[in-house]
């Protein structure tokens, strides 16, 4: 009986050897499902084998079961490899094909820029939030008496010469200052008051490479009990270092605006030069790039404050001065031009 | 103004070694702004007189000399003889010649250095007056020869009279007392801590032949005003050192009895006027009324000006009846009574005019002079009889002349009785407004050197007396900001503010939300323009009338009276092309996109964020300090034409559309807080569309009734008036109304547990059924399970009947209870189906 056995485990590895030989010349995908069938399928011919089962002795039997099935899952693995390998061959050859010019330009959807002027204001208001001031704004179209003349310039001030105003009518006028912000701030609210108030403003200038009719303040205003000079010089010197860098001074110089008293100009280190001096600073070392000062006592009074209960600075800034000084913009009217090949280059 | 260094020194003892540059600095710091410094002796330091001891020919040139020159004790103790090879022609033994010494930078920037000059050793230079930069009337070719009198040794400078500083100062509106070197040489005298020295007036008085009296019909306008006559003036040129003067603050000279009145004013700074007393005579008597202009006076200026005085201009008359015009008070003088060659007695004016009335004269008809500068920013009381007096005796010692006696209007002496002036300042009040004080010794020396009576009350404080001349300090804080600008700000301590931080403001909170949508336009190839607030009409139609007149699409007048309605304009335009402001922001966009395409860049993207302006009415409980009748309403606009992607070499590029605008307004709503009812409209009307849109794709974004913005294609003959070659296309957008949601939060909501189900749709309905239509009535018919519906086709032509459209639509269905059962969707989708069927005749494909 043992032939029958022999015999059976003869033939499944005479159809390993033939089955390994067939797979392993395989040159397509389809021709792995065709030896599938014809191995493994349920006419197959490892299932053919197993039919003559029947005559062998029953202790014998598993032991060929066992033989077949490791048949079938050798063969299998070899159809899987195979399959595979024909796989990577298609892909590699693809791959082959698809290489490209890496030295063409990306795909790009247009970027655009923020407004290089808008920048500098977003600058500042996130340095002076980052202590504590808050933002308000005011209307261009003022009143004499908020642009004017709670900020101490009556009609016949000297002071209005500094500064040629646009009126809208009589009493009315497009803001000249930032300032006037000061005054509807304090007529709204009671201190303490630590606020700042960008926004546009207008002189009668006619258009040239430095002068624009409208152009950009930023205000600042800190009223409470007791607010210090000293608090004014270390509130703009954290401004400076931190609009032109840590290693920037200021200096504050005296100088004269009807709202202030004391009054200063400030410069801080010039900043193409560090302080050496150049062109630019005319050999000083200093730019001048604000004024300030504290409230002038009669402000308080104009807008209802008991008298002697506050103290407080107050200071201005032209955006447009110190955008021409940080990215070295020469001619005022390029920023109202809207012209692309400038503020594509503030992106 | 220009003050001389060498002028200022005649009032205070500066230290000895103290250069410009320091003096500069500390009145700079002081505030009186020095903006240039101006050494006239510039590049010529280390230039001297020389004398020529020997000349011969150079042994190996033939063009060359060698000479030996003395510069005397220039160099040091010892005379020194300098051997100087030179190549000029016109020197001879005995010569005094300009010698540049070894290290001087002579003024066309040569450094002169020990030399070798074909082996003979050169120990400086003789030089040209090309070469100092002189104007010379024989100077171009050879060596400068100068006056046999010069002094060996001599610095060059002095030698030319051109050893002066002069300070370029930028006087603040507030000093008026400092327009003048006496001003000047106060705040010096305090920052240096050294002394002040007026001169005083030394005069012979006569009795004046000529009787002079002075009426002041106006004593409010001119409290007081002072003369003297003159007598036997020989008006000239000016002596050398008066002229230097004069030409040292930039002025030029003009006679030795004008020069005189000009010095005094910049000496002490009070305007001071000189007629021609004979042209004021009647009958040996002088009479001066000083009283308001006649409506149309005629009045001849010094510089030949023909004028028609108004009664703001106060009038200097002279004459039994006030027939002859002098002068307009404190402006100008008339070229009648102007002193001349040939004048020879004289009336000095020293008064005081109303600082208002002078302005409004020297802006009414531009006439800035330095007198007008002076009065509009209030003089000295108590200096008219000094300046005076000073006039006269300066006049006397270069013009010669006999002096009357002062004469003054009935008022004066009371109107210059001034009440002194004290303000009590505490040091706790100096330490609250600076944050620190100096000690009380400092702060009495300090304010005392600028002429402030001190009282030093221990703890208390101090009580100041302001001095006359100081009529820019009223209160506490003036006398603060005095310690402190010669005590020197950078004696303060640079402290933060203590952090305290208020509740953000509702102007924080929208720059915020502002941010987010600058960004995301950014993001999308916008770029942030800014344009004037300043427009006209013209720029506003970008020149849209005439096309639209002429397709007769839209009546002109239509146009204007949009534009009409509710425009702010300027009262003092800044000409015409800018007499009004702008009430939308879309056309500046356009103009943008004009301008860039001019310069071929046609992909165009472009945001501006700007208030706009309107007239409105009073508001009910208006307050007039603030009340302006005009409302400002921030806006945002985008407009964009061209490609949909720039840098593309990957051939057809698509255009932006409706859609993509459309589509950007959409998202940039959703970035703002929950807003309800707001739909896009398309109006019935052509009128409701604005004028610069495309009217059949253009919608308008409403809130009930309410008009937020709009967005479509920019009307194509903008683009064809304008030269722009692709189709434009706006928005515009409220944000006062989008910022005035609540903050959008975020809210985390779970995902659906069970699954959605989605079922298409084809539906063929009349064109005039907008997909708006079709979205509304399922949402109402479905309610609960709708989930979403995706339009993802829309189809006109060949394929489905003439005057309709074939929408093709997904529609998601879903429930949060549990998974829809197949009847559940069946149910749905027929409603939906017969829905359509019933309200739109919809036909569905497959059906
Ligand atoms: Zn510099």
Redesign the pocket.
């Known amino acids: 009986m043992s032939t029958v056995v022999d015999r059976l485990l003869d033939r499944l590895a005479e159809l390993k050897t033939e089955a390994n030989a067939k797979i392993q010349e395989i040159t397509s995908e389809p021709q792995v499902q065709d030896l599938r069938t014809m191995y493994l399928g349920k006419k197959g011919k490892v299932s053919e084998v197993l039919k003559s089962l029947g005559d062998v002795d029953g202790k014998d039997r598993p032991k060929i079961g066992q033989e077949a099935n490791e048949l079938r899952d050798f063969l299998e693995s070899e159809l899987r490899s195979g399959q595979t390998r024909l796989e990577t061959a298609r892909i590699e050859a693809e791959i082959a094909k698809e290489s490209i010019d890496i030295t063409l330009s990306g795909m790009r959807a247009p970027l655009g820029a923020l407004h290089p002027l808008m920048q500098v204001r977003d600058r500042m208001i996130d340095i002076f939030s980052g202590i504590g001031f808050s933002v308000v704004e005011g209307p261009e179209i003022e009143t004499d008496f908020c642009n004017f003349e709670a900020l101490n310039v009556p009609a016949d001030h000297p002071a209005r010469d500094m500064q040629d105003t646009l009126y809208v009518r009589e009493n009315i006028v497009l803001r000249t200052q930032t300032s006037s912000v000061q005054i509807r701030t304090m007529l709204a609210e009671k201190p303490p008051i630590k606020v700042i108030a960008p926004g546009a403003v207008y002189r009668n200038d006619d258009v040239d490479a430095t002068h624009s009719p409208m152009f950009h303040q930023v205000e600042g205003l800190y009223v409470d009990e007791s607010v210090s000079l000293e608090e004014l010089k270390g509130t703009l010197e954290y401004f400076a270092k931190e609009m032109f860098g840590p290693k920037t001074k200021i200096r504050l110089r005296n100088s004269y605006f009807p709202f202030t008293e004391p009054s200063v100009e400030v410069d801080c280190t010039?900043?193409?030069?560090?302080?050496?001096?150049?062109?630019?600073?005319?050999?000083?070392?200093?730019?001048e790039i604000l004024g300030a000062g504290m409230v002038h006592p009669s402000l308080f009074e104009k807008v209802g404050y008991p008298e002697g209960k506050y103290t407080g600075f107050a200071f201005g800034m032209g955006i447009e001065r110190i955008a021409m000084l940080l990215y070295g913009v020469d001619d005022i009217r390029l920023f109202y031009e809207n012209d692309i090949r400038f503020l594509e280059q503030f992106r | 103004m220009k003050i001389s260094l060498s002028w200022l020194k005649e009032y205070v003892d500066l230290p000895q070694n103290v250069t410009a540059d320091k003096i500069a600095e500390k009145l700079t710091y002081a505030g009186l702004e020095v903006e240039a410094i101006e050494d006239q002796g510039m590049g010529l330091d280390k230039v001297f007189v020389g004398a020529v001891l020997e000349k011969r020919q150079h042994p190996n040139a033939d063009r060359l000399s060698l000479t030996k020159v003395s510069v005397g004790k220039a160099l040091g103790d010892e005379e020194k003889i300098l051997h100087i090879v030179c190549g000029a022609q016109n020197i001879a033994k005995g010569q005094k010649v300009p010698v540049a010494t070894i290290g001087a930078v002579i003024p066309d920037g040569l450094e002169i250095k020990l030399s070798k000059i074909r082996d003979e050793t050169s120990e400086g230079m003789l030089c040209s007056p090309t070469e100092l930069k002189i104007n010379h009337p024989e100077g171009e070719k050879g060596i400068y020869i100068l006056d046999n009198s010069a002094e060996t040794g001599t610095p060059f400078a002095e030698y030319l009279g051109k050893n002066d500083v002069v300070f370029d100062l930028s006087i603040t509106p507030d000093r008026g007392d400092a327009l003048s070197h006496i001003g000047v040489a106060r705040d010096l005298a305090a920052l240096f801590d050294c002394k002040l020295k007026i001169p005083e007036p030394r005069l012979s008085e006569m009795e004046s032949p000529c009787e002079v009296s002075i009426t002041s019909e106006i004593p409010k306008h001119c409290p007081a005003y002072f003369v003297r006559y003159i007598e036997g003036v020989k008006v000239g040129p000016s002596p050398s050192w008066l002229r230097k003067r004069i030409e040292a603050i930039g002025l030029r000279s003009t006679n030795n009895v004008v020069d005189i009145s000009t010095y005094v004013m910049f000496e002490i700074g009070q305007p001071i006027h000189t007629f021609d007393a004979n042209t004021l005579v009647e009958d040996n008597r002088i009479k001066i009324t000083i009283r308001d202009g006649k409506e149309g006076e005629e009045f001849l200026t010094i510089s030949h000006r023909e004028l028609n005085l108004n009664s703001n201009d106060i009038v200097i008359a002279a004459g039994e009846k006030e027939q002859i015009t002098a002068a307009m008070a404190g402006v100008m003088g008339s070229n009648q009574t102007e002193v001349s060659d040939a004048t020879s007695n004289i009336l000095i004016e020293s008064a005081i005019f109303d600082a208002a009335r002078v302005r409004a004269t020297s802006r009414n008809y531009t006439m800035l002079t330095d007198a007008a500068y002076r009065f509009e920013r209030k003089v000295d009381p108590a200096r008219l009889a000094w300046a005076c007096d000073r006039t006269a005796e300066l006049i006397v010692k270069v013009a010669g002349g006999k002096v009357g006696h002062r004469v003054e209007n009935a008022e004066a002496k009371t109107a210059l009785e001034v009440n002194t002036h004290t303000i009590t300042v505490s040091l706790r009040e100096i330490t609250r407004l600076l944050g620190k004080a100096p000690e009380p010794a400092t702060i009495t020396k300090l304010i005392g050197r600028l002429g402030f009576g001190v009282k030093a009350l221990g703890e208390e404080g101090f009580v100041f007396t302001v001095p006359t001349w100081r009529n820019d300090v009223h209160v506490a804080e003036d006398i603060i900001e005095e310690i402190i600008r010669l005590w020197g700000f950078d004696k303060l301590t640079s402290k933060l503010p203590e952090a305290f931080v208020k509740n953000e403001t509702a102007v924080t909170v929208q720059e915020r939300q502002l941010r987010t949508i600058r960004k995301l336009l950014t993001a999308w190839g916008f770029s942030e323009a800014l344009n004037f607030t300043f427009t006209n009409m013209e720029a506003e139609l970008l020149g849209l009338n005439n096309w639209l007149k002429a397709s007769k699409s839209i009546d002109d007048e239509v146009i204007q009276k949009e534009l009409d309605k509710d425009f702010v304009r300027l009262e003092s335009p800044l000409g015409e092309s800018f007499n009004l402001l702008r009430r939308d922001l879309l056309p500046g966009l356009v103009r943008n996109a004009r301008l860039n395409a001019s310069h071929r860049m046609h992909d165009i993207r472009f945001f501006e964020i700007r208030p706009t302006f309107h007239s409105v009415g009073p508001t009910k409980k208006s307050d007039p300090r603030t009340e302006t009748l005009t409302k400002e309403n921030l806006r945002l606009a985008f407009l964009a034409g061209g490609a949909t992607i720039h840098e593309d070499w990957q051939g057809e590029k698509d255009s932006i559309h409706f859609y993509d605008m459309k589509g950007w307004l959409e998202l940039v709503l959703g970035a703002f807080g929950k807003q309800s009812g707001v739909r896009f409209v398309k109006p019935d009307k052509v009128e409701e569309i604005p004028y610069h849109m495309h009217p059949g794709q253009t919608a308008l974004l409403m809130q009930g009734n309410r008009p937020l913005g709009y967005v479509g294609q920019v009307h194509p003959y903008v683009c064809k008036q304008n030269d722009i070659r692709v189709n434009l296309y706006g928005a515009d957008l409220d944000l006062n109304w989008a910022l005035s949601f609540e903050e959008r939060k975020h809210r985390f909501k779970t995902f659906g547990k069970f699954p959605n189900v989605e079922r298409d749709f084809s539906a063929t309905v009349a064109e005039s059924i907008s997909a708006d239509n079709l979205r509304n009535t399922i949402k109402s018919s479905v309610k609960d399970l709708l989930r979403d519906i995706k339009f993802f086709d829309v189809y006109r032509g060949e394929r489905i009947p003439k005057g309709h459209v074939s929408y093709a639509f997904r529609v998601v269905l879903g429930s949060d209870k549990g998974t829809l059962a197949d009847k559940e969707v069946q149910d749905v989708q027929q409603k939906i189906i017969s829905t359509l069927q019933d309200k739109y005749q919809a036909q569905f494909a497959g059906l």
Do not use: D, E
């Open positions: 010039c900043i193409f030069c560090k302080g050496r001096g150049c062109r630019i600073c005319k050999q000083s070392g200093w730019i």
